[in-house]
């Protein structure tokens, strides 16, 4: 794993490299860099901000959010994903409702959100826990739809119960599919985050980044953007290696 990781660092610093160029240059071909401040300009103001503790609680408060939705997400679109693929009824009653609300962007729940519920903490939890249900409730389904039907019956023939299908043979087959919406999920949490924090008027690094946009500070706008990606990736990571004891018995595919 020492070359793949030191080829995609690599491949990071070659970017940094070619963003302070274009910067210094003010490279100038479709995409303008004249008002894109430097790496360096970037890294000095972050580290300006780490001095402080304002920019800790727009992380803090952001964290709070996503593992709250998220985990509202997980749970209620692992359940209705189950019972959507393994009844016809539950995926006929409940799927149009998603094929209806899922295409609608999180900026647009923004108003309806603000009407319905009572604060806005509440508000933003519930646009980060839109954005992340539906991604997990349709990887859900697709698994449980894909477990291979000469399984259930050899467990049927055995005297498997609904329930001993449902958790040893349903569940684990679907389990990759699971995972993947899981991890989809998390990455679309974060995006929706960004547009629920609009709304905010105190902490969140979504908050924090529209605030620099109005502010006309830069080097923070990019700032709150590296954040952002760096803790959605992170947290991704740290869903997939949560849920790699639950695959333990995939094989691997090869790889070149």
């Not at 964290?63 to 539950?90: D, F, H, K, T």
């Not at 409702?97 to 900026?107: C, N, S």
């Not at 449980?144 to 259930?152: A, D, F, P, R, Y």
Request: hydrophobic share 50%; proline share 5%.
């Amino acid at each position: 794993m020492g070359p793949r990781y030191l080829v995609r660092i690599t491949a990071l610093i070659v970017a940094v490299i070619l963003w302070e160029l274009a910067s210094k240059q003010g490279f100038n071909f479709y995409i303008t860099f004249d008002n894109i401040p430097a790496p360096s300009v970037v890294g000095a103001a972050l580290m300006a901000e780490l001095t402080g503790q304002e920019f800790y609680l727009h992380i803090l408060h952001s964290l709070e959010r996503v593992a709250i939705a998220y985990g509202l997400a997980v749970v209620l679109g692992v359940l209705l994903g189950v019972a959507m693929g393994r009844s016809r009824w539950a995926e006929d009653i409940i799927m149009p409702y998603i094929e209806l609300l899922r295409p609608i962007p999180a900026v647009a729940w923004i108003p309806l959100a603000i009407l319905m519920l009572p604060s806005e903490q509440s508000s933003i939890i519930f646009i980060t826990f839109l954005g992340a249900l539906f991604p997990v409730i349709l990887n859900t389904v697709h698994g449980v739809e894909q477990t291979n039907s000469v399984l259930v019956r050899a467990a049927r023939s055995l005297g498997a119960s609904r329930t001993a299908i449902l958790w040893h043979v349903v569940l684990p087959g679907a389990m990759p599919s699971i995972v993947a919406g899981l991890a989809i999920g998390m990455g679309v949490a974060w995006f929706s985050l960004l547009a629920g924090e609009i709304i905010s008027g105190q902490y969140g690094i979504g908050y924090y980044t529209w605030n620099s946009y109005t502010l006309i500070q830069y080097p923070q706008i990019i700032i709150g953007m590296l954040t952002i990606g760096g803790l959605g990736t992170l947290c991704t990571l740290l869903v997939r290696k949560g849920c790699n004891p639950l695959l333990k018995w995939q094989a691997k595919g090869g790889r070149s």
